[in-house]
């Protein structure tokens, strides 16, 4: 009877403990139901006429390389993640773009495409609709196949908002750009290989409210950085603390003082946005007619212009280009000789031609062609389209006045 016990004590240990160890693998093969885990081909949707089209409620897992041969994927607005983006791949050799979206949310982590050939792109993202956003989150890659050539990352068209962060690239061509978007936003990318094409391109059809670029890293020889072609529109854009390393070209089509643009520090040979205007007038023989003793008027002759970041300049008038507000520092140097004896002149500041600047400078002189010099330094607060002007008037007479020699500068 003893043995007969503990024979039933060992067979109700075992059947316990095989019991325990089936419930524990049933828990772990159970997944959310929207998670689909995907190491092959065929744990994705049947393929029809070369398209993959992914189920919109679920969330693909890709787990090591899968090769979908010459077919694409239609996100078709699932997700699509990683869990190691060195070693989670999607490797397609299709003409056209591996993966492709249109009209819908687009959500990438993690998850490497590799094109295999010359006319295979990773990317075709396209919202018509203003209502979509796009993100392709930290760990997105771009990677060629050894001595293989890609068309590169591919296009994004559209979209409410678009942001890239923490992806990396090594591929002959860049990124491509159309399509009226609200903000494009790029920061912590790494953009490398590229050989005969541009790492972030707007192309001319292309027009944003907002372009954000900040912290990027391009290193390839030769080539293009980034590139915005002469139709591309923005409202406001901004550059920061990009590092450039090797590119023929760090920027084409716009510069650190191109209308919407505002640049701060970025690498060697792109420099800060600082808005500066200078022009200048040496023995000029055109005379200043005074209306009235009491009236200012503006000093004729024709001026050089010296400098003109973010300003367009004309004879004797400094217009402000940029679009935020600019709180301008102003310096003016005026000289001549007195028409008259008992001469005495002001010099002023005329913004838009109606509102003076204060304040003004004013000099007396006792003879006749006798030299005289007036400097007057202020500010004043700029918007778009506001320009500047210096004027002057003789407060003793209406003789006119000729201003052989004017320095205006306007500065941040």
């Known amino acids: 009877m003893k043995h007969f016990n503990l024979l039933l004590k060992v067979l109700f240990l075992f059947t316990f403990f095989v019991i325990q160890a089936f419930s524990?693998?049933?828990?772990?093969?159970t997944l959310p139901a929207?998670?689909?885990?995907?190491?092959?081909?065929?744990?994705?949707?049947?393929?029809?006429?070369?398209?993959?089209?992914?189920?919109?409620?679920k969330v693909y897992i890709v787990s090591g390389s899968v090769d979908i041969g010459q077919n694409y994927i239609n996100m078709n607005g699932a997700g699509i993640r990683g869990l190691d983006p060195t070693k989670d791949r999607i490797i397609s050799a299709v003409k056209g773009a591996v993966l492709r979206s249109q009209d819908l949310d687009v959500y990438l982590e993690k998850v490497c495409v590799i094109p295999l050939g010359a006319t295979t792109t990773a990317y075709d993202f396209e919202d018509n609709t203003?209502?979509?956003?796009?993100?392709?989150?930290?760990?997105?890659?771009?990677?060629?196949?050894?001595?293989?050539?890609?068309?590169?990352?591919?296009?994004f068209s559209g979209f409410n908002s678009m942001y890239?962060?923490?992806?990396?690239?090594?591929?002959?061509?860049?990124?491509?750009?159309?399509?009226?978007?609200?903000?494009?936003?790029?920061?912590?990318?790494?953009?490398?290989?590229?050989?005969?094409?541009?790492?972030?391109?707007?192309?001319?059809?292309?027009?944003?409210?907002?372009?954000?670029?900040?912290?990027?890293y391009f290193v390839f020889s030769g080539g293009t950085a980034v590139k915005f072609n002469d139709k591309a529109k923005v409202d406001q854009a901004r550059m920061n603390g990009n590092l450039f390393r090797g590119p023929a070209v760090l920027i084409s089509g716009f510069n650190s003082y191109t209308p919407g643009w505002e640049m701060r520090q970025n690498g060697a040979g792109l420099p800060d946005t600082k808005p500066y205007g200078y022009l200048y007038m040496n023995d000029n023989p055109i005379a200043t007619k005074i209306i009235s003793p009491n009236l200012f008027t503006k000093i004729g002759g024709e001026t050089t212009t010296i400098k003109s970041d973010g300003f367009t300049i004309a004879?004797?008038?400094?217009?402000?280009?940029?679009?935020?507000?600019?709180?301008?520092?102003?310096?003016?140097?005026?000289?001549?000789?007195?028409?008259?004896?008992?001469?005495?002149f002001s010099v002023a500041v005329y913004k838009n031609g109606l509102i003076q600047v204060a304040p003004n400078s004013s000099i007396s002189v006792g003879l006749k062609n006798e030299g005289f010099q007036l400097t007057l330094e202020t500010i004043a607060d700029l918007n778009q389209g506001d320009y500047l002007e210096v004027f002057i008037k003789n407060n003793a007479n209406t003789t006119p006045i000729v201003v052989k020699d004017l320095q205006f500068r306007v500065s941040e």
């Open 315 to 344: 004879s004797n008038k400094i217009t402000y280009t940029g679009k935020r507000p600019l709180n301008a520092r102003i310096y003016i140097n005026v000289g001549g000789k007195t028409p008259e004896p008992n001469s005495d």
């Open 34 to 57: 929207n998670i689909v885990y995907v190491d092959a081909i065929g744990d994705f949707p049947a393929q029809q006429n070369g398209g993959i089209t992914l189920n919109s409620s």
């Open 164 to 216: 890239i962060t923490a992806n990396f690239w090594r591929c002959r061509d860049g990124l491509k750009l159309s399509g009226s978007t609200g903000k494009f936003c790029s920061a912590f990318n790494y953009i490398t290989g590229i050989s005969s094409g541009v790492g972030i391109e707007f192309m001319p059809d292309f027009d944003a409210s907002d372009i954000d670029l900040s912290n990027n």
């Open 24 to 29: 524990q693998k049933d828990s772990q093969n």
């Open 130 to 155: 203003g209502t979509k956003t796009l993100n392709l989150l930290a760990g997105n890659s771009v990677v060629e196949a050894p001595r293989m050539v890609s068309g590169g990352v591919g296009r």
